[in-house]
């Protein structure tokens, strides 16, 4: 079976050959292996996130992209303003993110790794939309001190920009009341699935990273039951399991709906904004 690492180099290998900058005996497939890991183009920004709707506007806007299955990650390759990017889809969960995050060192190396999604708001004073760069991040319901990430930026409440501490849970939190315990025992901004399992495999790998997660569902609303079901690690929706929902409770329909509406206009406001802080990530933007 193709390792993780290999099936991140031939996704942006495939981008640099359907761009045309990769040699012709890389493009052949006929040279060795070392020689295509060297014709490979490395990123210096590979971007790290669980699910295809989170992305899925940052892989509009790359050129040339290239898919590659490899183990339990999609590894997508292709070009930003002239420069070779990776996305890594890996699937939800702390364990998923970090082993994912290894893949992307052992294959690139990058200068940076971002990891970037959807979050759960605990402070009630952040709405929807609120983007949150993360100064640490910690892990709950452990007496492991929080992973300091080196941000040193200002907040912009005008702008819905925050920055301070997120928590890493290990399930959906989903009810107002859930969101209230958690940020009561952490104090942290918002709480996502995968940020920890990034950061500890950057620590470990002394590779810098950055986390930007913008709030999908606010600490004042509660999820629909349903969606603890209904969607795979992956991301996938199970078939059976959201007929049942339906039959159930045939409400659910419209919340799960809504839910992906407004996941479809986080993301939106997620990809604007990790493309305006890659400039500043880049050695140079052509």
Same mark, same amino acid.
């Given at each position: 079976?193709?390792?993780?690492?290999?099936?991140?180099?031939?996704?942006?290998?495939?981008?640099?050959?359907?761009?045309?900058?990769?040699?012709?005996?890389?493009?052949?497939?006929?040279?060795?292996?070392?020689?295509?890991?060297?014709?490979?183009?490395?990123?210096?920004?590979?971007?790290?996130?669980?699910?295809?709707?989170?992305?899925?506007?940052?892989?509009?806007?790359?050129?040339?992209?290239?898919?590659?299955?490899?183990?339990?990650?999609?590894?997508?390759?292709?070009?930003?303003?002239?420069?070779?990017?990776?996305?890594?889809?890996?699937?939800?969960?702390?364990?998923?993110?970090?082993?994912?995050?290894?893949?992307?060192?052992?294959?690139?190396?990058?200068?940076?790794?971002? @990891?970037?999604?959807?979050?759960?708001? /605990?402070?009630? %004073?952040?709405?929807?939309? =609120?983007?949150? +760069?993360?100064?640490? !991040? *910690?892990?709950?319901?452990?007496?492991?001190?929080?992973?300091?990430?080196?941000?040193?930026?200002?907040?912009?409440?005008?702008?819905?920009?925050?920055?301070?501490?997120?928590?890493?849970?290990?399930?959906?939190?989903?009810?107002?009341?859930?969101?209230?315990?958690?940020?009561?025992?952490?104090?942290?901004?918002?709480?996502?699935?995968?940020?920890?399992?990034?950061?500890?495999?950057?620590?470990?790998?002394?590779?810098?990273?950055?986390?930007?997660?913008?709030?999908?569902?606010?600490?004042?609303?509660?999820?629909?039951?349903?969606?603890?079901?209904?969607?795979?690690?992956?991301?996938?929706?199970?078939?059976?399991?959201?007929?049942?929902?339906?039959?159930?409770?045939?409400? @659910?329909?419209?919340?799960?709906?809504? /839910?992906?509406? %407004?996941?479809?206009?986080? =993301?939106?406001? +997620?990809?604007?904004? !990790? *493309?305006?802080?890659?400039?500043?990530?880049?050695?140079?933007?052509?």
């Amino acid at each position: 079976m193709q390792s993780a690492s290999q099936a991140a180099m031939d996704a942006v290998r495939g981008a640099a050959q359907d761009s045309g900058k990769a040699s012709d005996s890389a493009a052949s497939g006929k040279a060795q292996t070392t020689a295509d890991e060297e014709e490979t183009p490395r990123p210096a920004i590979v971007i790290i996130a669980a699910l295809r709707i989170e992305i899925a506007p940052l892989l509009a806007s790359l050129k040339h992209p290239h898919h590659v299955q490899g183990g339990d990650f999609v590894f997508h390759g292709g070009f930003w303003k002239g420069h070779p990017v990776a996305i890594v889809e890996s699937g939800i969960g702390l364990d998923r993110a970090r082993r994912a995050a290894h893949a992307a060192i052992d294959a690139f190396n990058p200068q940076w790794i971002i @990891s970037a999604g959807f979050a759960g708001g /605990l402070d009630p %004073s952040l709405s929807k939309g =609120s983007l949150i +760069l993360a100064e640490n !991040v *910690q892990l709950y319901g452990t007496a492991q001190p929080a992973i300091q990430l080196g941000l040193s930026m200002a907040s912009e409440p005008a702008n819905k920009i925050f920055t301070g501490s997120i928590v890493t849970v290990p399930q959906i939190i989903r009810t107002v009341k859930e969101k209230q315990v958690v940020f009561e025992n952490t104090g942290a901004l918002a709480a996502e699935m995968e940020t920890w399992g990034v950061a500890d495999a950057c620590r470990t790998r002394h590779c810098r990273m950055i986390s930007i997660r913008v709030i999908s569902d606010d600490a004042k609303t509660n999820l629909p039951p349903e969606i603890m079901t209904v969607s795979g690690p992956t991301g996938s929706v199970r078939a059976g399991a959201l007929v049942g929902a339906i039959l159930n409770r045939p409400g @659910s329909i419209n919340d799960l709906w809504n /839910l992906r509406e %407004s996941a479809l206009q986080s =993301s939106e406001r +997620l990809s604007a904004f !990790v *493309q305006s802080v890659m400039p500043m990530l880049l050695p140079s933007v052509a």
